[in-house]
């Protein structure tokens, strides 16, 4: 199977072939391939692909799997309208 038909990521359809391109330009780190190709930004925040991209990187970087740190974890935010602040601000006066 081919690099680019892999889809490490669902949620933001990236395939392992963008993965190992963004390590060939020197981004080894979970947090360093998040903020370029979104990996573990969707909606299942990578409870999905976490542990397979940890594991291309321990074997491109080649070392032990335990030693690579995982992405920070940061909840969704829900927005909140702009009514409901409004309201509480009347409601507080």
């Given at each position: 199977m081919k690099?680019?038909?892999v889809i490490l990521c669902r949620c933001e359809d990236v395939t392992l072939k963008q993965l190992h391109d963004c390590f060939d330009e020197g981004y080894t780190t979970f947090e360093e391939v998040k903020r370029i190709l979104r990996i573990g930004m969707g909606p299942c925040q990578a409870s999905t692909c976490s542990l397979l991209v940890q594991r291309e990187i321990a074997k491109y970087t080649k070392?032990?799997?335990?030693?690579?740190k995982t992405h920070v974890i940061r909840p969704l935010i829900t927005g909140v309208p702009l009514g409901s602040i409004a309201k509480e601000a009347k409601d507080e006066s």
């Open positions: 690099k680019e038909d070392q032990p799997l335990d030693k690579v």
